[in-house]
């Protein structure tokens, strides 16, 4: 998952929506916790791992993956990720509603962004100069439009991702595939949901450990 699609799955705990966002940036085991990251964070980034491995093995985000072309097919993760992100902007209205959230995206997002500077702890230092860039061009809300997640997706392809890399023009495939995916997308977020529920509820105080899978993807 990505940015937007994070935040969401976080639940109503601002430390969670602040880990959901800031998952990526943190490396690493957690237990001991690294300096900067507090208990209520560490769960955050925690569900943010566990997210990303349930999205691995879920069925709908396997046929995702599926639609990748072969050239693009190593870093297709990251590319459903985005594409999953716009689509929860898309629906973003009826979605928000039926878990009770603000149903005006940008409204939403501001509130983010708010949450994450108000954040105690500091944060990981390779976040605040994208955090800064995140918050001024609003990324989040930005996702609904297709352009932007093509934006992007260029974007990583030149700074978070070792060259050479088959990322840029990558979002020509949403748009090869866009009927699917959406399909696809509708039939994850139920699931995830559900998932993400059901571990805020049942891992207790602050971080616990984490299993070897559960410490972050790579890039």
Partial sequence: ????????LAGPLAADRVGGVVGDFVKGPL????????AALAAGV?????????????P???????????????VGGIMVDLFYDHFLALHWNALSAEQGLETRLEAYTAETYRLIAAH???LPAA???VFAR???QDWLASYREVANVAEALDRMSIYRMRQPNPLGGAGA??????????????????DALAFAAEVRATRGDGATPETSADQGRSS
């Fill in 127 to 129: 976040f605040p100069p």
């Fill in 173 to 190: 495939e949403l748009l090869a595939h866009y009927a699917g995916f959406e399909r696809d997308f509708l039939a994850f977020l139920p």
């Fill in 134 to 136: 995140m918050a001024a």
């Fill in 1 to 8: 998952m990505n940015y937007l699609a994070h935040a969401f």
């Fill in 60 to 74: 709908a985000f396997q046929r995702s993956r599926a639609r990748i072309s072969s050239t693009r097919r190593r």
């Fill in 120 to 122: 105690p702890a500091p």
């Fill in 31 to 38: 237990l001991p916790r690294p300096p900067g990251i507090d």
């Fill in 46 to 58: 925690i569900l943010h791992r566990r997210i990303d491995s349930f999205a691995d093995t879920h």
